[in-house]
């Protein structure tokens, strides 16, 4: 089904897409769409051929995305925040065929260019002319409006999204589509299914969980509010001008909402706000407290990753009533806590938290099969959390079997970080991992162990890691050891580094 045609008929003159002063009704946005896919078809674009949408927060990544599931492709979004080797990793890895790319982004994009050849076009979106680039407005008007033949199977959501790796490079979670009528369950139990909701898109596109929203909230024939990049007041303001009343937003930015002074939050008319879905890391009760009280009882919390979907929900009825839950299963999805022997875990007792596989679901990881494998028990999937169960089946997430670190709702694997410090001549062992922050819910700390003989402080080795890092994988604490500590197998022990900094807590998150 072409939900874009389909909503285009039904409402033709209502916004599709509003971006400051910018608005595109749906049949603009479904003639906009077909140009811009028909001469995407043009280049050519294979079936199941990636293209990286590389952008700031705009009304163009929305089409481009859309635009590219219409041809067949599978849309890839970057991470904004990426160094160059890093941005060449993921379009080689991915096998690009072309590249949408923002003006801000043409610098480092003209770096890494010759090192991917399997790109066969770069598309810019904004205002610069590159000679080895076309524009996407000429694209638009070099394409027909006439409607686009969606393939044979087309189904809804399709993309590849790159998520951090443990063993130091991201990994491309491959989705191939799914039902959406096996998705309204789980978005109706956060009453996000009212076909008149104005959807707010607050965090970064690139990430899956505001990229998904949005998706959701064309899917139901809803307009979208695009902010290029978040800020609390301004947020809202276009809650109130446009009486929003949808949104997801990680905690981090709830939390800047809460912090603005009363005065400044008087201003504002967020009455019309109904839903504000919350996921991607733990959030403080402080902030809970305070955003129903501001927002009144709308707050949803949902656990789940870019490889399993929505996997937890909980309502605003027990967000206060079940303090650091995460919610109980979402519809249609059946969890297991499994113990190290793969046993159930008693009502209570931490395991490793696991997922029936069921419709929507990440397929695999793209080009490597075996951490796919490694994220499978038979039927059951994993992405490497610990958690418990009450007696009444709510969820607790407690600690991270796989190290991740998440901060800002951003997931950050210390290996890729070790891998870059070990780089470094005067470090002979390193080891990395979170520590809590209120800001961020965790920031990043490396355990360093000087070479003998050499000396280097703190700011030498966050100099090193942003030649080789994205900012927000640099340290914000280093601290130095004359030797690491290691067990009897010579394995490295990162708990005993650890565990100082979490003392007290109740969570390892």
């Known amino acids: 089904m072409d939900v874009i045609a389909a909503h285009a008929a039904k409402q033709p003159d209502r916004p599709a897409i509003i971006e400051g002063a910018r608005r ?52 890839v979004p970057m991470n904004h925040r990426l160094t160059a080797d890093e941005v060449a990793y993921i379009l080689d890895n991915a096998q690009a065929a072309a590249v949408f790319v923002g003006d801000a982004f043409l610098p480092l994009t003209g770096e890494v260019r010759a090192r991917v050849p399997s790109v066969r076009a770069w598309i810019v979106i904004g205002d610069a002319r590159p000679d080895w680039a076309v524009r996407f407005d000429d694209l638009v008007t070099a394409g027909r409006p006439e409607p686009v033949e969606l393939p044979a199977g087309e189904v809804f959501g399709a993309s590849t999204i790159y998520t951090a790796g443990t063993t130091g490079k991201p990994k491309g979670a491959r989705r191939r589509g799914s039902d959406p009528r096996e998705l309204l369950p789980r978005l109706e139990a956060m009453n996000v299914t009212d076909p008149s909701h104005v959807h707010l898109v607050a965090g970064p596109l690139y990430h899956s969980a505001p990229g998904g929203f949005a998706l959701y909230a064309h899917l139901l024939g809803n307009a979208v509010v695009v902010m290029p990049k978040f800020d609390a007041e301004a947020a809202l303001a276009l809650i109130d001008r446009h009486r929003c009343s949808s949104t997801f937003m990680a905690p981090t930015l709830l939390k800047r909402i809460v912090d603005l002074p009363p005065a400044v939050r008087a201003r504002y008319d967020v009455s019309s706000m109904r839903s504000i879905v919350m996921a991607a890391a733990p959030c403080p009760m402080r902030v809970k407290e305070e955003v129903l009280q501001y927002f009144g009882p709308v707050l949803y919390e949902f656990y789940g990753s870019t490889e399993l979907g929505i996997n937890t929900i909980l309502g605003p009825e027990d967000m206060l009533r079940k303090p650091g839950s995460c919610g109980r299963a979402a519809p249609g999805v059946e969890l297991s806590i499994l113990d190290d022997e793969g046993q159930p875990a008693p009502t209570g007792q931490p395991g490793e938290l696991f997922v029936r596989r069921y419709p929507g679901v990440f397929d695999e990881y793209y080009r490597n099969p075996e951490a796919t494998r490694q994220t499978q028990r038979g039927e059951w999937l994993s992405v490497g959390d610990v958690a418990y169960l009450d007696d009444e089946g709510f969820v607790y997430i407690c600690d991270r079997k796989r190290d991740m670190i998440i901060s800002g709702g951003v997931n950050i694997y210390p290996a890729e970080i070790e891998d ?44 090193f890691c942003r030649r080789h890092l994205a900012d927000y994988k640099v340290p914000r604490e280093v601290s130095f050891h004359p030797e690491l500590p290691r067990d009897s197998a010579g394995k490295l022990v990162k708990r005993l580094l650890r565990e100082p900094h979490w003392a007290g807590r109740t969570t390892r998150v």
């Open 24 to 75: 595109m009704s749906w049949a603009e946005l479904r003639d906009t769409r077909n140009r811009l896919a028909q001469s995407l078809s043009a280049i050519p674009i294979a079936p199941g051929e990636h293209i990286v949408v590389y952008a700031h927060n705009c009304l163009e990544v929305l089409v481009a995305s859309a635009a590219i599931r219409a041809v067949g492709g599978l849309p």
């Open 420 to 463: 870059a410090l070990h780089r470094h001549p005067k470090i002979q062992d390193a080891a990395v991992f979170g520590v809590p922050d209120d800001e961020w819910g965790e920031r990043v700390h490396a355990a360093v162990e000087p070479r003998p003989g050499e000396t280097l402080d703190a700011d030498e080795v966050r100099a």
